[in-house]
């Protein structure tokens, strides 16, 4: 019998088959999260945070990074085994990517042209990466850095200055090397979830013990420090926001 932390694509869309638990796997909650705390933390490099703006800004990476490249990822290939109707990812794929560029269009008349390099470049990433263009050059783990940990800084930041600061492109820097070890610990659980059928083998110790491996000897540890990662960059994101917000 499969152990229960082995259940399912993910370690948050577990239990038994059905529209939920695949919705849940398509919107990778705890990971989408984490990515627009990226968002967050990128407005707070403004002296005066325009909160106006930040709100339009999340709802925009929510709509092109959780919902259209997620839908897009699931669509090609079904990595997830969801049993969505093909047509209703391509649609939330096509309204949400076209959503966030309406967005991001009419932010760039209100605040700045400058802003219309962002959005093709995200739309770019949207698409290069989930789809796998141009022989999945894009896919890959420096990849996933730059388009979901040091882009959404960026962006948000020059939408609330104008400008990049040396400041938001360390903080890029540093959200690039967060994805980064979401990337490293997320591949091989993946990997395990998807595509391994059984696992053999055991450790053994100097004193003559042995210790089976198995599938939650390979998940856990991997999926407690990913939990772990994702409520603490929700909760420094919180946290900034706080300490702007409140007197």
Excluded: C
Excluded at 7 to 29: C, I, K, N, Q, S
Excluded at 54 to 73: K, M, N, P, Q, Y
Excluded at 101 to 119: D, E, H, Q, S, Y
Excluded at 172 to 199: D, F, H, K, Y
């Amino acid at each position: 019998m499969m152990p229960k932390s082995a259940e399912g694509p993910a370690f948050y869309a577990t239990g038994r088959h059905g529209a939920w638990r695949d919705v849940r796997a398509v919107l990778h909650p705890p990971y989408t999260a984490w990515h627009l705390s990226y968002v967050v933390l990128g407005a707070m490099i403004a002296h005066v945070v325009n909160w106006a703006i930040l709100a339009w800004t999340l709802l925009a990476f929510f709509l092109a990074v959780g919902i259209a490249a997620h839908a897009l990822d699931e669509l090609r290939g079904r990595p997830l085994g969801t049993e969505l109707p093909g047509w209703l990812l391509a649609s939330s794929a096509a309204l949400g990517l076209g959503a966030a560029t309406v967005i991001g269009v009419i932010a760039a008349t209100r605040i700045g042209a400058g802003l219309i390099i962002f959005i093709v470049v995200g739309a770019f990433f949207v698409l290069a990466y989930d789809l796998e263009l141009f022989g999945g050059v894009v896919h890959t783990d420096l990849g996933f850095a730059l388009s979901w940990g040091a882009f959404p800084v960026l962006t948000s930041a020059y939408a609330q200055t104008l400008t990049l600061s040396w400041g938001a492109i360390v903080l890029a820097g540093s959200a690039a090397l967060s994805s980064a070890a979401q990337r490293n610990l997320s591949n091989p659980v993946r990997m395990i979830r998807r595509r391994v059928t059984a696992v053999e083998g055991e450790i053994r110790f100097a004193d003559g013990s042995t210790r089976p491996i198995d599938r939650d000897f390979l998940l856990v540890p991997s999926e407690r420090a990913l939990r772990a990662l994702s409520l603490a960059m929700i909760g420094v994101a919180v946290a900034f926001v706080l300490v702007r917000r409140l007197p």
